[in-house]
Every structure is written in C-alpha cells, then in structure tokens.
C-alpha cells in the first residue's frame, strides 16, 4: 500500500496538501460510507482510507505500513496517539450504531484547534441510574414492573426529587343497621403512607424508610356516618390519604359505604319491602298484631277481609333519606296462611 502524501491524498479525493479541515471532512464522509458496520461497507478499503487519513494528519510517518507500525517499540507519544485513534475508532462505531444525517457542527472547528472532532471523547452518558423507590406501595403490591426506560429513571428522579403531593386513599367501609338508622360512629382501621418521623420525609436512604420518606401505617379511625347510608354513597375525609413527599399535603381518604342487608326486608332507595304473613282468622275479621319493622315491632290494624297479594304501605317506616330529614315508607305485602 502506498502511502506518500500525494497517494493519501488521492485515496481521499483531495488535492494534495489539502487543509486538514478538507482532510478530515473527506475522510469522514468516506468512513460513513465504508465503514464495516454499516451496510454495504467495505473494510478494506476502510482500512485504507483510515491509513491514508492518519498520515494526512500526522498520525503515521508517511510510507510505514500497518505491520511496522505495529513492530516497532513505540515512544509514548505514539502510544497516546494509539489510544486516541482507538478511540476515535469507538466513537465511530457509537456514530454509526445511532446513523444520523452528517450535521458537522458537533463541535466548534477551527483551523488552530488540535482536537479533532472525530476523537474527542464523547459526553459523559449516564452508564447506570439505579431505579428509586419512589413510593411505598400503599394497598397493593406492586407486581413485579420491568426495568424501566433511561428515560422513565430519570423522571422518576425527578419525581423524588421534585415535593410530591400525597395521593388519595379509597376504602370501603361496612356500616351497620344501627348507623343506617340513625347515623352515628364508625370505626374503621386503615392503611395509609405517612411522613417517615425518623427523617421527617427527606429521603435518607439509610433511614428505617429506605429513603422512600414514607412509612406504610395502620391507623383506627372513628367516623361519623350520617343516617341512611346508602351503597355506593363516598364520603370523603380531607387529609387522610396519603401523605405527601418532603412535607409535601396529604392527599384525601374516599370511603365508599356499604350498609349491612336488612333481614327480611329488600331495598329500594329509603324504602323497604316485605312480606307480612296473616292468619286466616285474623285476615277475615280482621284486628290489631304486631309487625317486625327495622325500627322495631310496630302495632298494625288489620282490616277485615284481606287477602293474599294486598298491599300494605307504612308510611315513614322505612329508611332515613341520606342527608335529608327525611323517611322513606315500608311496603308489605300480605300472605293469608
Ligand atoms: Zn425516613
């Protein structure tokens, strides 16, 4: 292989003692071109326009072959230069791995600067960002998730990093006859993210939270339910969800009501309906019994005559009307036995 100067200068399709700006751009737009990696390159002749650039640019003594170069002891200098062109050689192959369009203005070029674009070392990149626990799983165990993004690690940085507002809490409570009668306390127990005390939600990772500034806690709350609690009715506790991150407000506690079945009765809405059984006797002639209400037995004059499949309706014995001063009615539905 011949390597003079005006032979170099060909490979590269150059004039001879071209400015090493020519040089390199010649030989960049070649490498792109040739380089093994890329698809339809070719590494011979990489092989040689990369020769011919480093004698253009004095990386090589002119006319000294691959082999002597290699056999010769070499001074340091030329070992620094080695270490350079391999890496030159890795950023190529970083380049190439990531093809982009040639935009040329990577870096500043001047004709004074020593550095070559082409081997200067690229900008740090984050090698390993270790996932954070961002949050402790409050009601759930978090399946096990895949390795997330670069990208979502760093937004999860940012989001430990960044005062977080504490999430919202739902819970479904149980309310039994008595409250839905009447209202009243209910206890429930709780699960909830709170402020770590130890570090006071700053995020020592040596601290009993492991830096997630939040404990999961069980707390027993006592909770007034008004009267007539409905299924599905939420009720809402400001400040009792989730606390948030450095300090940051909690968020709020849903509970979602779920008044006990009332025995022998169906519900609809404030109004109940049920069955009354009435002796034959009693049903002809009629008179006073008693009739089990939720409210307790109830005195109720039968008329004479009834028969099976009337009606009776109690108006004001059904249930209290959620929020409101209010009654729904109780229906019952005679069966002559
Ligand atoms: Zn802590």
Known sequence: MDLTQSACSQMLGIPEN????EVRRAYRKLARRLHPDVV?????????????????TGRCAAAKTQTQKASTTTP???AAEEAEHAQAYAE??????????ANGSRAPQSAQSKVDPMVQTPAAEPQSVQ????EVPVSTVAAAAPRPSLWQRLRAKVRKAAPTHGSDVYLTMPVDL??????????????????CPSCVGGGDTRCVCLGAGRLVVREKLKVQV???????VKMRLGGKGNDGLMGRGAGDLYLLLEPVQIAGFVREGADLRGTLEIGAELARVGGPMNVPTPWGPLRL?????????????????????????????????????
């Open 301 to 337: 004059d039968v008329p004479a005559a009834t028969r099976t499949g009337m009606k009776f309706r109690l108006r004001g014995q059904g249930l209290p009307v959620w929020q409101r001063a209010d009654r729904g009615d109780l229906y019952l539905q005679v069966q002559v036995g």
């Open 76 to 78: 340091p200098r030329t």
């Open 40 to 56: 339809g390159g070719d590494s011979v002749r990489f092989s040689e326009i990369t020769a011919a650039y480093n004698v253009l």
């Open 92 to 101: 190529f192959r970083r380049r190439a791995a990531n093809f982009r369009p």
């Open 178 to 195: 008595g409250t839905v009668l009447r209202g009243g306390e209910q206890a429930i127990m709780i699960q909830r993210a709170a402020a």
């Open 226 to 232: 008004p009267a007539g609690a409905r299924a599905g």
């Open 131 to 134: 996932p954070e626990v961002v």
């Open 18 to 21: 071209a400015p090493l700006d």
